[in-house]
């Protein structure tokens, strides 16, 4: 089987080029007789790319895949739709980037009654009508983000914690207790590097467990009292964690013993650990889904056809394939088998906690914002700078950056995206 790999799931990589030729299909794009296209901007690595290729082999009829980065993926659904000269089939790609999308988008009610054997999680079900009251897309895959743990880190567990159910309390006097007794080096880190994924912790996990918002409660009473928080847990976090772009090879040399990230960024870790979900805070346990789905554009030249390769797609053997390969969970009621390698079993059973806790919040990462989300992210690693690095004032802070934001919300004028009211006006008050 070949090992899974790290990748970076949201952070926009180099692409193939738009429409190029995959596996013997001509290089215009186009299936060839009998086929489909099938565009997305996920598995942008070239080893993923060439292991989804083999997988799309069990489809029923032959499947161009087209992989493109997230802005060709947008502007060449935009420009096909409005053109009347479609040529994609299927568009497969994160909930956020089909979104804007979701007038260019065939109802696929008729479709999703077709696979009630799948037992997609109502709330996926949910957030595929894009707001509406039809099925824009299928959900496809999924992915969030948990606590890798070295077990030798839990004899410093604080007594009666559940390492499957800590609060964040539990989870700052953890990481206490195991820089005393690890001789002062902290056994807790996080993916603070330059191309780390820490503003997604701070985006779907700290903030909606201690405020139950994102973007609305972004500098309300308690988001101070998160990042007072988070500044305590900063003073017991290992100091490599700004040089760390992923938690797997930290804690694979032993650098750290416990550490947050993208599963797809944990699950290649060998050795004696376990994958637990995010901690509950005040308002509950917020995590961030990470959903993909798959739709057909309006005017599609084959729907039919699409319809096949997205219901092969949903199978479980095709959905526990993608795990296998590239690190992607089922969104069906695919079992998963215990004895996958390293963590992957693991994972997807914190997965599975988080999205099923009494008090979860399901946060997903931000919706339309397009080429601009690395600034909105950029504005969530300053707060961290400034008020865990530099010691400003967490108000101070929280205030400026509260007008960055909503000097870019303004622009884009785009409706909240979950755990924030859906439709309420984006501002960060």
């Known amino acids: 089987m070949t090992k899974v790999s790290r990748r970076a799931l949201l952070t926009?990589?180099?692409?193939?080029?738009?429409?190029?030729?995959?596996?013997?299909v001509s290089t215009t794009g186009t299936s060839g007789s009998g086929g489909v296209t099938l565009m997305s901007n996920q598995f942008s690595p070239v080893e993923e790319k060439q292991r989804f290729e083999q997988i799309l082999k069990k489809a029923p009829v032959p499947v161009a895949f087209n992989q493109v980065e997230t802005?060709?993926?947008?502007?060449?659904?935009?420009?096909?739709?409005?053109?009347?000269?479609?040529?994609?089939?299927?568009?497969?790609a994160l909930h956020g980037?089909?979104?804007p999308h979701k007038d260019r988008l065939t109802d696929l009610d008729d479709l999703l009654g077709t696979l009630g054997d799948r037992g997609f999680p109502a709330e996926l079900t949910d957030l595929a009508k894009l707001g509406g009251g039809t099925t824009k897309y299928i959900p496809w895959m999924q992915a969030s983000y948990v606590l890798a743990v070295n077990k030798k880190a839990l004899e410093w567990l604080p007594s009666g914690a559940d390492v499957q159910k800590l609060t964040y309390d539990q989870l700052l006097a953890w990481a206490t207790a195991g820089k005393a007794g690890n001789g002062g080096k902290p056994i807790l880190g996080i993916p603070a590097g330059v191309k780390g994924l820490y503003h997604r912790f701070f985006q779907g996990f700290l903030l909606p467990s201690f405020t139950g918002?994102?973007?609305?409660?972004?500098?309300s009473a308690e988001a101070v009292t998160a990042w007072e928080y988070m500044k305590e847990l900063w003073a017991q976090t290992a100091r490599a964690s700004t040089?760390?772009?992923?938690?797997?090879e930290p804690l694979q040399r032993g650098e750290v013993m416990v550490g947050f990230d993208h599963v797809a960024r944990l699950v290649g870790a060998t050795g004696d650990f376990i994958m637990v979900p995010a901690p509950t805070g005040p308002k509950g346990l917020g995590y961030m889904l990470v959903l993909a789905g798959l739709g057909i554009p309006k005017g599609a030249p084959d729907p039919d056809k699409a319809?096949?390769?997205?219901t092969a797609l949903t199978t479980p053997d095709v959905q526990l394939e993608v795990l296998k390969q590239n690190a992607f969970f089922p969104v069906t009621n695919a079992?998963?088998?215990?004895d996958l390698p390293g963590a992957v079993g693991q994972a997807s059973s914190a997965i599975g906690k988080q999205r099923q806790a009494p008090k979860g919040?399901?946060?997903?990462?931000?919706?339309?914002l397009g080429a601009r989300d690395g600034e909105v992210g950029q504005i969530f690693k300053n707060c961290f700078k400034e008020i865990c690095l530099d010691g400003k004032p967490v108000e101070q802070v929280l205030d400026a950056q509260a007008g960055e934001l909503n000097k870019i919300l303004a622009e884009l004028k785009i409706p909240c995206w979950q755990p924030d009211p859906a439709g309420a006006e984006c501002k960060a008050l």
């Open 307 to 310: 319809k096949q390769v997205i």
């Open 361 to 368: 919040i399901l946060s997903l990462p931000p919706v339309g």
């Open 97 to 99: 980037d089909l979104a």
């Open 213 to 219: 918002g994102q973007i609305t409660t972004f500098r």
């Open 243 to 248: 040089n760390y772009d992923n938690l797997q």
């Open 12 to 24: 926009g990589l180099a692409a193939a080029p738009l429409l190029s030729a995959c596996g013997g």
């Open 71 to 92: 802005g060709i993926f947008a502007s060449t659904l935009q420009t096909q739709v409005e053109a009347g000269k479609v040529q994609i089939s299927v568009a497969g």
């Open 335 to 338: 079992k998963v088998p215990a």
